[in-house]
DNA sequence: AAATTTAAATAAAACCTATTGACAAAGACT
DNA sequence: AGTCTTTGTCAATAGGTTTTATTTAAATTT
């Protein structure tokens, strides 16, 4: 046991104000200089046990916390990342987002997040402006790739940028990416359909605009052609990502095709709609009718019937995402070299439910 | 136009290291002093506009940003806020982050987002130390609570607390509180059903440990003793959240009540996996079973057949959390009174779909 | 044109909190 | 007395803000 002289309370308060305390109110309390305490608390040098167990005593006393602003001010370094993201209130997003976290918790690094009100551009300057102002470490860029939502990368003087890796953004010469392979995917799930027999398979697409999207569409046409079928436009749907537009979807296709036998949605949401509508029309699911999604939310499991469905490993995009940019910041503090561009791209897999597969 | 002398490009690099350019650069480069430049980037006191424009010229030039760890220093004041969180790639929490940003981010305030790895309890100590370190100027704890998760309130030291508002938690004396009501959701619920003509409404309830999951399940006994019906233990399953949940659930409560005539399932996803089940079991919703889930997740108007549910405006309680967490500060910046403690409840609303109303 | 007033800019120092290095001093131990 | 261990002093640093006192420049008045 240490005892310390009593404090009054009122020492927080100055000029009716919070006042935090400092590393000089713990060394006045425990009677040491400051040198003294800031070695206690960085555990740095020789110091007598009791001496230590002293400015303890007076750091608990008091709540002393190290104020993290002045530290990172001498050091030139936060311990702090910005993301970028949209749509965490979507399953993608918030999946990435926790893998992101995840892994920045166990590397020691506090999180700054940023949400875009809508994913095509908008205010993507004055967020990463914000972002740099707080001089973060390193930059994760979480948005989806629609239309050219990335024109700020030509205007941007990168030269005065923390490191950035993308993710879930197309490739490009000279960026860090980590990425689900889409197109994998796509083919994945198209050639499960052509393995049940299945020959005239319909598709629903996400928006166009989105990379994402295109990446699917371009799976279900390469496998497609690879089994010498065909893929006139009357087998594509452009719709939407969430339910509404699969219910439309595939009302759509069957007025175009009445004798699809497959459809590959482009979401988990849009095969939802698909299936909705399919029991409208009274088509039983999967005799008359097969159905593959992506993403693989977690009540895919419960439709009716339960859905077969890709499944992205989003947790690990932000993990790995996370882990390069810290390479990447390590990288940087040895020498100011140019990080080497480098495409990261996570296998997604196929969970075979009902939806696909006669009893 | 202004013209500035030329800059040799490796004012940036510095023994080969990385060198953000500070106020001091701006001010050679313009040829005026750091006062002048801070009053320009801090838009005070008279400045000529030619002077002004040569600043700014600069700033462009360097891409200068100032530092933000710098002003905060000597503000006391970061413009920061901490979320503490959990499960945000569930829908209910993720909706709440984006109603706290959108807030946060029109009232200019950073987030420093932090999540629970599981809800009960953990490690929040650490998690509040590591903003306190940060110097928030407020936090948001957006836990929800499950057990005694909340049992570091006894042990701080609060005084050393930047001000603090939970969000979806029970109102305890002393606290900021803003939830959602979901007693009365509950109740709005288990009505609907009674105004449908059903007399025998089972529950699912959330894990009890919750205290959302005893609200809605007070409500629900609430309605019911109101109605002057019956609430024996074999109308009650205890579940999970998720949609497996609803599929045992029912399952269970068919085994116990064979002629019950409608559900009440504290989850979108409990009552989609009821949903599940009763196919499977050739029971005709509504026909035969009236079914309403709670929360209104986007999919739940594509489900077969769309359910009913409670919406909860989980934007609005975030948007509200940081209306009350800035007005807390602002107050505090003023004088240190302590902030009062407030309750503010969000009414839920009843939306009304095919699984609980017969053509 | 000279004198006065007003405006714009500057220099220098203190401050915010913690870190760091060089060096000195005190105390403990042979 | 000499060595080792522990602690302290002091100043500089990180990147800004703010105050005071001063200087310079421009605008206005006589």
Redesign the interface.
């Known amino acids: 046991m240490v005892t310390l002289p009593q404090q009054e309370k009122s020492l927080?308060?100055v000029n009716?104000?919070?006042h935090?305390?400092t590393l000089k109110d713990v060394a006045k309390l425990a009677g040491v200089s400051t040198k003294t305490v800031s070695r206690v608390v960085n555990n740095q040098g020789e110091i007598r046990k009791e001496t230590r167990e002293r400015v303890q005593a007076a750091i608990e006393q008091?709540?002393y916390?190290?104020?993290?602003?002045?530290r990172?001010?001498i050091h030139q370094r936060?311990n702090t990342l910005g993301?970028v993201t949209w749509g965490?209130?979507y399953?993608g997003p918030?999946?990435t987002?926790?893998g992101i976290?995840?892994q920045a918790?166990q590397l020691e690094y506090?999180?700054?997040?940023?949400?875009m009100?809508r994913p095509d551009d908008g205010d993507s300057v004055s967020l990463l402006?914000?972002l740099?102002?707080?001089?973060v470490d390193g930059i994760l860029w979480a948005v989806p790739e629609v239309g050219n939502n990335r024109a700020w990368l030509e205007s941007s003087?990168l030269?005065?940028f923390p490191p950035i890796v993308f993710l879930n953004t197309e490739p490009r010469p000279g960026l860090v990416v980590v990425a689900v392979d889409n197109f994998s995917g796509a083919k994945l799930a198209t050639q499960h359909l052509i393995n049940q027999g299945r020959r005239k398979i319909g598709i629903i697409t996400g928006p166009l605009t989105w990379w994402e999207a295109r990446e699917r569409y371009d799976g279900w046409k390469s496998v497609m052609h690879q089994a010498k079928l065909e893929t006139p436009s009357s087998l594509v749907v452009e719709g939407e990502w969430?339910?509404?537009a699969?219910?439309r979807g595939l009302q759509q296709l069957l007025a175009q095709e009445p004798d699809i036998d497959a459809l590959f949605a482009s979401s988990d949401?849009i095969a939802?709609?698909a299936?909705?509508t399919a029991?409208r029309l009274g088509r039983q699911i999967p005799r008359d009718l097969a159905i593959v999604g992506f993403d693989n939310?977690?009540?895919s499991?419960?439709?009716?019937p339960?859905l077969t469905t890709v499944y992205q490993q989003l947790i690990d995009v932000g993990r790995i995402a996370v882990q390069t940019l810290h390479r990447m910041i390590e990288a940087?503090?040895q020498?100011?070299v140019l990080n080497e561009a480098s495409v990261t791209l996570v296998r997604p897999e196929l969970i075979v439910r009902a939806s696909s597969m006669e009893a």
């Open positions: 927080h308060k009716g104000s919070f935090t305390t008091l709540g916390r190290p104020n993290v602003l002045a990172s001010l936060t993301v965490i209130d399953f918030s999946r987002v926790v976290e995840q918790h506090s999180l700054f997040l940023n949400l009100d402006d914000t740099i102002a707080h001089r003087q030269e005065h969430a339910a509404d699969g219910e949401q939802l709609g299936l909705s029991h939310i977690p009540e499991a419960c439709f009716w339960p940087n503090r020498s100011r």
